[in-house]
């Protein structure tokens, strides 16, 4: 009886549990309603949302903490469980949960750096997505020919997989601000140019893996903001490693970019 009586309420559980992520997906469809609509304007939504450009970012936000309360509690649940439970728990609702980062944390960050935030990723990054992405890596394997192919085709309607891309983006801004500042060290100078090296590796080691979205691409996006300022400065003869093309520039400059955006990969 006793047996009867657990399994009846691990499965109560579980259809609450079910019904608390269905109820989610109201909050999701604001969120890809917005990006659609930041879409048919041509802009990208981390920029859409940074610069509020509509009137609806306070429902935004509204459904953004929604999720992020229950995500977090969900996290902390999934930790409290014994390993082998807590491990085919996370399996269950990774799927919900990395779409879930993917969506609301670069909302996150636009907010931290429109604040005048620094180093999102050291100073102000929850734990609770640190813990998603840790089981979505934990979980992934590496992609194989066919998946890349198939990645390859479906990009215009790619979400940008590393949740913590304009995290970067706003730390190359600033990197580039702290080179043509005149009052900045030689020292910082050199440890902004390395920053901006590693962020084009990093960059174009995403696009390879068609694990950006084309979004990025569009011409008012703080990305391509940013693109405008740093190749200005390697082109100058100020610069102290001018001649160091590495793949990422000539992708750039180059113009390959623009048939990604175009969604006409070869």
């Excluded at 997989?161 to 970067?168: G, K, L, P, R, T």
């Excluded at 962020?199 to 068609?210: C, L, P, R, S």
């Amino acid at each position: 009886m006793e047996k009867e009586a657990s399994d009846l309420t691990r499965k109560t559980n579980k259809a609450s549990e079910a019904k608390k992520l269905n109820d989610r997906k109201i909050n999701m469809v604001w969120l890809e309603r917005y990006k659609k609509k930041a879409e048919d304007g041509k802009k990208d939504y981390y920029d859409c949302f940074r610069n509020e450009r509509f009137k609806i970012e306070a429902k935004i936000q509204w459904h953004m903490a929604d999720l992020t309360t229950y995500w977090e509690d969900m996290v902390a649940e999934a930790e409290r469980k014994p390993q082998k439970e807590g491990a085919s728990f996370r399996t269950g609702w990774l799927q919900a949960g990395t779409t879930y980062r993917r969506m609301v944390e670069p909302l996150d960050i636009a907010v931290f750096y429109k604040d005048g935030g620094r180093d999102y990723i050291n100073s102000e990054r929850s734990q609770h997505y640190k813990l998603l992405e840790q089981w979505y890596e934990e979980a992934a394997k590496p992609p194989t020919r066919e998946e890349l192919d198939s990645k390859k085709q479906k990009v215009s309607v790619l979400l940008t997989e590393d949740s913590c891309f304009w995290a970067h983006v706003e730390e190359a801004i600033l990197s580039c601000k702290s080179l043509t500042n005149a009052n900045s060290t030689p020292e910082l100078r050199e440890s902004s140019w390395n920053n901006l090296v590693k962020f084009g590796e990093y960059v174009m080691e995403q696009i390879e893996n068609y694990a950006v979205s084309p979004e990025i691409f569009l011409k008012d996006s703080c990305f391509m903001t940013w693109w405008g300022e740093y190749k200005v400065y390697i082109a100058s003869p100020s610069n102290p490693c001018s001649l160091r093309f590495i793949q990422f520039i000539d992708f750039m400059k180059t113009g390959r970019y623009g048939v990604y955006l175009r969604s006409e990969v070869p």
